[in-house]
Every structure is written in structure tokens, then in C-alpha cells.
């Protein structure tokens, strides 16, 4: 598959902060792609670089092996985080100034999705509520037929409806062929709609890769301990464990390979009800941006 976007080593800062740092990821032609990441992890920012509204500090971000150029803003349609819709003017004025500025844009279909979102395209943007703006937006966006679609959080401030006819239309233009990258931090609908992901923390890849794979071999075993004060030999430093967390009687292990073997080594350390269970992008997200509760072996005052 070749790559329609190519983020390599973006940097962004503002003054002394440094809001993107050193970002790298690649997003194949045809994929749904999810960048995900913590409040202020710099998700809008590298949307923003992406598109050349804010210049990057370093880095460079190629489509389809191309820097961005004027001629491609025609195959690129993005939607902002917050409302960019002129308040003074109607829904159907906005339709027809995109049919002006894009000759891909297909007004029949715009007006379509809009009855789909239940918006009356006679009324003025400033009329309209958040989560209506928002539909408004991502109708005139999908209607655009663009070859790539960058979507910040694109179901902000939806109903569930209209959120899910939001990630549905994501996987429909995927299915014509089109890239889509968006942000959300609904993760239950990245997981649904996103192929691929990448997590960002603090301006930082933090994680990448396909949902899949990054599923593959990892599974979360929990078992309960009789009191609070318990040890757990060496499993910390188990090359199988991946991370451990400890909340009072109750421990979770992220482990990678042999998670039958490791239920029986916790069984053997007294633990009980030990139950596998599979691993939800929630719970790759929060590994990947949350310091894991419990390092030591130890807790509640046992020795090792
Ligand atoms: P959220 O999920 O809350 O929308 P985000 O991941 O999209 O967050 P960004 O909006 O990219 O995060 O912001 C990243 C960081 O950069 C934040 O700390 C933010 O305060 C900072 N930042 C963004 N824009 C500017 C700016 N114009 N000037 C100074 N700092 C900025």
C-alpha cells in the first residue's frame, strides 16, 4: 500500500512550549487512521502543521510523497475542532460558496447529508447549535469527494445518532478509496471506525500501529488477593509483563505472550477468581498515556 501521508519529525513550538515534539507516523492510502492523545497532547497542532495553518517548527509532512502545494488543497478536506461557518450566512450559502471554491464538490450529496443531520440548510450558521455546526461541517466536508479527509474531532458534541452516522459516513469514504486521519476522544468509536492509530502524549508519539496488531498477544489478566497485603515474586520483572497496576486486593497485569501460564503463576501466589481478559483500545490508549499504579513487587508492606 503506498503511503498517502508521511509525517516525519514534526515540531512544533509556541515561544518556550514545545507543543509537537519530534512526531513521526505514517498513514497508508485508503486507511481510517485515529490520532488519539490526552487533553493539550497537541493533536489540533499537528492537524493544524498538516495543513500549513500553523508553520511547523521542523519536520515536514509529505501527501502522497508531495509537500503540501495550493493544488492539492482541492483533494484535501479538513474539518476543525471548533466552527469556522460564517454566522451571518445560511447552511445553503455555505453549500454554495463550497460548490464555487472545489469542482469536486457535489451540492446534490451536500444537501443530502444535511437532511441525514436534520439540519434546515435555510438557516443561518449562527442559528445553528455546536453539535449541528459540527454535522454542518462534516457534511460539506464529506460532499467535497476529497482524496484525503482530516477530521478533528469530528462527533464533537453529537448525539449518539448522529455520531454514529458520523463514523459511518468515515468508513463509507474509506470505502471509495478516500484517506481519512481524525481525532476523538471517544475511543469506543475509534475503535470502530480506525484501522490504524497513533497516540500522541505531550507532543510525543507515544504509540502507533495497526488496532489489530497492537491487540495481538496482549491480554489483560486480573486476580483478586485475599488481603491487602500480598507479594508477588518477581512478576514485575517478568519479560511477559508488560505492565502491572494494583488497585487495593485487585491486580492487572498487561501481559504480551503465555497468558494461561501467567493465570497459573498468580493462582500459585494466591491470587484468586484470575481471569484473562481481552484488551480494548481504552485499554492500549490508557497504557499508553497513564504511568502505570504499581512497579514494585511489593504492596501493603509484605517483603519480596
Ligand atoms: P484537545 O484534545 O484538548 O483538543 P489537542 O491534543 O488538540 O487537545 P492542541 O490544541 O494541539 O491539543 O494543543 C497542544 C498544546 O499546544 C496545548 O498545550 C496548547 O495550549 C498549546 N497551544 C496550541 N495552540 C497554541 C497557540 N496558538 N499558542 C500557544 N500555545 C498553543
Known sequence: MSSTLTVSHLRKTYGPYVAV?????????????????????????????????ARATAGSVLFGGKP?????????AYVPER?????????????????RAF?????????????????????????????????????????????????????SGLDPINQRHVLNLIINESARGATVIF??????????????????????????????????GRKIVEA???????????????SRVARLDRTGRIVRALVTSDAGEFVTRL???GGSGVRIVDLNLEDIFLYAVAPSDATADVVGGASK
Request: hydrophobic share 45%; with cysteine.
Open 21 to 53: 515534539d519530534d512526531l513521526s507516523f505514517e498513514v497508508p492510502e485508503g486507511c481510517v487512521f485515529g490520532l488519539l492523545g490526552p487533553n493539550g497532547a497537541g493533536k489540533s497542532t499537528t492537524f493544524k502543521c498538516m495543513l500549513g495553518l
Open 224 to 238: 483478586i488477593f485475599p488481603s491487602e497485603t500480598y507479594a508477588l515474586d518477581g512478576v514485575s520483572g517478568d
Open 83 to 99: 466552527s469556522v461557518l460564517y454566522d451571518w450566512m445560511t447552511v445553503a450559502e455555505h453549500v454554495e460558496m463550497q460548490r
Open 267 to 269: 493462582e500459585a501466589l
Open 183 to 216: 481525532s476523538s476522544h471517544q475511543i469506543g468509536q475509534v475503535e470502530r471506525a480506525a484501522e490504524s492509530i497513533a497516540v500522541i502524549d505531550r507532543g510525543r508519539l507515544a504509540l502507533e500501529g495497526a488496532v489489530d496488531d497492537l491487540k495481538a
Open 103 to 155: 469542482t469536486s464538490f457535489d451540492p446534490k450529496a451536500a444537501y443530502e447529508l444535511l437532511a441525514q443531520f436534520g439540519i434546515d440548510p435555510r438557516k443561518k450558521a449562527r442559528a445553528l447549535s455546536k453539535g449541528m455546526k459540527t454535522a454542518t461541517m462534516v457534511a460539506l466536508a464529506i460532499a467535497r469527494r476529497a482524496q484525503t479527509l482530516i477530521l478533528d474531532e469530528p462527533t
Open 68 to 76: 503540501l502545494e495550493p493544488a492539492l488543497f482541492e483533494s484535501i
